[in-house]
């Protein structure tokens, strides 16, 4: 019979009195419901930081008295206690190298709200959650679609090739972004093409770079997103004009108006990496962010 037990008990305990082959047999069962104290604060002071938005602490949905807990069935004789209090941790797919953090739209919206860049998240919410894309690679479409549900990987050491000629198969693209590289430095900006990755708000545009697939920054620090003001692409160009707008040059960032541009790329700079959602659970995703999220 499986015997289910609560535990309270720190790891270090646990590896002292249980023995590795012990532990193999253990099977983990882990409740997720991300509803603790910094999570109540994040979304509060999401909702209260953007003008269109209102909120009463009763819409949000979570509670500081809650916690996550480690669930452990024990399938041999003796119970073993295991610790602890858990958040949503990314954990390694067996086949992959790329950190599976969520694996169905209610819970990645969760970790959005909780994880994401909230100035980022705001924008997104302004822009009645139009959403930012780009196309995976082969690899990368393989993890998010493997199992019944969508997942949501996390993406820390994509490699920054708006510089290679082979990207966009042109040498003259690569001497574009090279002078927008200089232009940038030149005006002290934090993010360059050197730095950063390419989005598009488009997502037929994205799935000529691969398996479409919706981008969610990480963490406060190291996010930039840029645009140009005029609209549409970096490369090709349609604009004789061009004027770079970043998210830390404008007073009040208008990436909610970038997002909702038709075919609009946005470069983005994302030091502590980001997630990406494949677009087919778009509509589940946003159902499920508006629900946390209540305007």
Same mark, same amino acid.
């Given at each position: 019979?499986?015997?289910?037990?609560?535990?309270?008990?720190?790891?270090?305990?646990?590896?002292?009195?249980?023995?590795?082959?012990?532990?193999?047999?253990?099977?983990?069962?882990?409740?997720?419901?991300?509803?603790?104290?910094?999570?109540?604060?994040?979304?509060?002071?999401?909702?209260?930081?953007?003008?269109?938005?209102?909120?009463?602490?009763?819409?949000?949905?979570?509670?500081?008295?809650?916690?996550?807990?480690?669930?452990?069935?024990?399938?041999?004789?003796?119970?073993?206690?295991?610790?602890?209090?858990?958040?949503?941790?990314?954990?390694?797919?067996?086949?992959?190298?790329?950190?599976?953090?969520?694996?169905?739209?209610?819970?990645?919206?969760?970790?959005?709200?909780?994880?994401?860049?909230?100035?980022?998240?705001?924008?997104?919410?302004?822009?009645?959650?139009?959403?930012?894309?780009?196309?995976?690679?082969?690899?990368?479409?393989?993890?998010?679609?493997?199992?019944?549900?969508?997942?949501?990987?996390?993406?820390?050491?994509?490699?920054?090739?708006?510089?290679?000629?082979?990207?966009?198969?042109?040498?003259?693209?690569?001497?574009?972004?090279?002078?927008?590289?200089?232009?940038?430095?030149?005006?002290?900006?934090?993010?360059?093409?050197?730095?950063?990755?390419?989005?598009?708000?488009?997502?037929?545009?994205?799935?000529?770079?691969?398996?479409?697939?919706?981008?969610?920054?990480?963490?406060?620090?190291?996010?930039?997103?840029?645009?140009?003001?005029?609209? $549409?692409?970096?490369?090709?160009?349609?604009?004789?004009?061009?004027?770079?707008?970043?998210?830390?040059?404008?007073?009040?960032?208008?990436?909610?108006?970038?997002?909702?541009?038709?075919?609009?790329?946005?470069?983005?700079?994302?030091?502590?990496?980001?997630?990406?959602?494949?677009?087919?659970?778009?509509?589940?995703? $946003?159902?499920?962010?508006?629900?946390?999220?209540?305007?």
């Amino acid at each position: 019979m499986l015997v289910s037990i609560v535990v309270v008990l720190l790891s270090p305990l646990v590896s002292a009195f249980v023995a590795p082959q012990t532990l193999l047999s253990i099977r983990y069962e882990i409740i997720n419901d991300m509803s603790n104290t910094s999570h109540h604060t994040r979304v509060k002071h999401l909702l209260s930081s953007a003008n269109t938005i209102k909120y009463t602490e009763d819409d949000i949905i979570c509670s500081e008295s809650r916690r996550s807990y480690l669930i452990v069935g024990v399938s041999v004789v003796s119970s073993v206690l295991v610790s602890s209090q858990v958040s949503n941790q990314a954990y390694a797919d067996e086949a992959s190298d790329y950190p599976i953090v969520v694996t169905n739209p209610e819970k990645i919206a969760e970790y959005i709200i909780k994880e994401c860049n909230s100035e980022f998240l705001k924008s997104v919410v302004k822009s009645n959650y139009n959403f930012l894309y780009r196309g995976l690679s082969p690899e990368q479409s393989k993890v998010v679609s493997s199992g019944k549900q969508s997942r949501a990987i996390l993406l820390k050491d994509e490699s920054f090739d708006l510089l290679d000629p082979s990207t966009y198969e042109s040498t003259e693209a690569a001497g574009y972004f090279q002078r927008l590289e200089d232009d940038m430095i030149a005006k002290r900006m934090n993010m360059t093409p050197s730095n950063s990755h390419m989005g598009t708000t488009c997502p037929k545009e994205a799935s000529k770079w691969g398996k479409v697939a919706s981008v969610w920054p990480i963490g406060e620090q190291g996010v930039e997103l840029a645009w140009i003001e005029e609209g $549409k692409n970096f490369w090709p160009s349609n604009n004789k004009k061009q004027t770079i707008v970043t998210t830390s040059s404008t007073k009040q960032s208008t990436l909610d108006i970038a997002l909702q541009g038709d075919t609009w790329d946005i470069m983005f700079r994302a030091d502590n990496g980001f997630i990406v959602v494949p677009a087919a659970s778009d509509e589940e995703l $946003k159902k499920y962010l508006k629900g946390l999220i209540n305007i």
